[in-house]
DNA sequence: CTGTTAGCGCGTTCAG
DNA sequence: CTGAACGCGCTAACAG
């Protein structure tokens, strides 16, 4: 590994003179600075950022929390979205990312806010962390400039970025209503998400507007999972059989719902209408195609890194971030008299 | 910021005792180290990771050299199932990953070797790297220890992770032409991909087995991406109507080519068969359901942490590792007479 | 068993 | 414009 010492050496200068010359400060002699440059290129000089953020206490690097970076989430691959988002924005920033390996349920016997310090990361960007996490608290109330998707938490230094939830699931459920549905169920995710809930508000804000009152038991728990979005369909066809209509809060539970459906020997549209949320791949290319509402993954993440840096860099920015999102009508609803 | 010196004040010991009080060294009293232990606990001391690489040469941290990690990658999701997978065992072992921001075509001032030597990985892993690529070369026969997914390079210090394409494209084939067909075309990736020329060599030897001569027309290039698959599926068709079915070498471009044969107005498979490989997401649920050959992605990214590691902490261990592939069948093939 | 001393690679006063 | 000296937080000899 070659220093700066090598090339104070080599140069005939002072280690001094070769830290100002490289970091491009002024006071130093465009002769020796040149000097010094030639021999750090002939030398294949690169800095020791351990080092360097060892006094500077900067690292130029983002943490990341996510969860669903594990098996079994591949169909999901919205965190992937997210991820090229934030990967490309932080890189052209220039800074890099650190992927910490939340251990699923394993001991967590680390905070993430030691994970944070140790690592020396300059911030950390926090995603698919349940709101029930016993770390996310204290991150988040730390000195520790964070940037929260899809997470409601307030703090000194936190960031937000999310998509207008509320809006999204109004417009879907909005369609399903001007299609002719009256009896519309929700196979919701579990309540300790965010969108969860914002998705319930739009679902009820929706059948208000139409004047139908909201059924507490027409909305069940998919959990964000296919297969329990499955037995939910199952469940509330059995018990609701008026329902002709039912709004999935993410494409992969109106998978499972699909599933249901067409195990019960029906079929979507012509017995049930679905709608999703999410806009995930598989949604345009399954049979019929689902009608769901898009979410601007990419640049979720794209805004959020950038958030972020601006915190990092003391820029005084918007710290609330909504993303638009919008009904992309596909196969899976039909319009009934 | 609470560090051992911290610690030492209010534990009225030296500096160098906690160190090695909390490295687990057996030459400290017990006393000692249980009041050191409890006083750092109490001031939620946690090391700083910079300092300690800064002597120790070692990080605890693997890099990641990936393309894919941007816009447009999100269908070819198999990127981010290996780094599933890599990011589960890297957690396992207490490794994390740092993501090197590997600007696409936008000058790549900085060489690979350059960006692990100032980040201080341990190791890194690189994927989806062209073979061409300027400086993959110059990391490869660094001392730096790599991990090389589907790049069949030598290194004094690298491993090799890869699937057993041959065997896979041969299977393909196989099951092709014991569906009756004789005329097979291939839509194959760019040539800077060595798991292109692998499938390439399957597709030649089944076709051989069969004693059908190799016809080089029949392969046209499809860049791994829709697009350009749908186009050569085009050509394919126009100029050589006698191709009852075509070998895609990557399931997207079997989405391309499928998109081709719907435009011609034709349909897979009672017109074309189509068999892909990688056997991603959507795959399954496209209608038709599409026949390929399945790799282990997640077991990929695990393999290779894990080869990496045991390279780092320098057991002796097998440095070749060729996973399985798998014929998946589904629609998208058709018997003829 | 414990403390003293030195130094990892770098940036930053403060004198020249 | 340049250099000597110091210290970031930590570990590793080397004494005692």
Request: with cysteine; hydrophobic share 40%; proline share 3%.
């Amino acid at each position: 590994m070659v220093t700066i010492k090598d090339i104070a050496r080599a140069a005939q200068v002072s280690i001094t003179t070769v830290s100002r010359a490289l970091n491009g400060y002024s006071d130093v002699n465009e002769e020796t600075r040149k000097k010094i440059v030639a021999v750090a290129d002939r030398l294949g000089y690169s800095p020791n950022i351990a080092a360097r953020s060892l006094i500077s206490k900067k690292s130029k690097t983002i943490g990341l929390l996510l969860s669903n970076v594990t098996r079994d989430s591949s169909k999901d691959n919205i965190a992937f979205e997210v991820l090229c988002g934030m990967n490309d924005r932080a890189g052209e920033l220039d800074y890099d990312l650190v992927l910490f390996s939340t251990t699923p349920q394993k001991q967590k016997t680390k905070s993430y806010k030691k994970l944070c310090n140790e690592r020396g990361v300059d911030g950390v960007i926090i995603m698919g962390i349940r709101l029930d996490d016993p770390y996310l608290e204290e991150i988040v109330s730390s000195e520790i400039p964070c940037v929260l998707i899809d997470i409601p938490l307030k703090g000194p230094n936190v960031g937000y970025v999310t998509s207008d939830n509320v809006k999204g699931a109004c417009t879907a459920m909005v369609h399903l209503l001007e299609n002719g549905h009256r009896h519309i169920g929700m196979i919701n995710g579990h309540t300790q998400a965010d969108v969860s809930r914002h998705r319930l508000r739009g679902y009820i804000d929706a059948l208000a507007s139409y004047g139908i009152p909201y059924n507490e038991s027409y909305v069940m728990d998919g959990s964000f999972s296919e297969a329990a979005a499955k037995e939910a369909m199952y469940r509330m066809h059995s018990l609701y059989p008026e329902l002709t209509a039912v709004f999935c809060a993410s494409d992969l539970m109106a998978l499972g719902a699909i599933q249901a459906v067409k195990g019960l020997g029906r079929s979507v549209p012509e017995h049930i209408s679905i709608v999703g949320f999410d806009n995930i791949d598989i949604a345009a290319y399954h049979t019929p195609a689902i009608t769901t509402v898009n979410q601007h993954k990419y640049e979720t993440g794209y805004q959020a890194a950038q958030l972020l840096v601006d915190l990092l860099e003391g820029r005084n920015v918007n710290r609330y971030i909504v993303l638009n999102t919008e009904l992309v009508k596909r196969d899976s609803v039909r319009t009934i008299l």
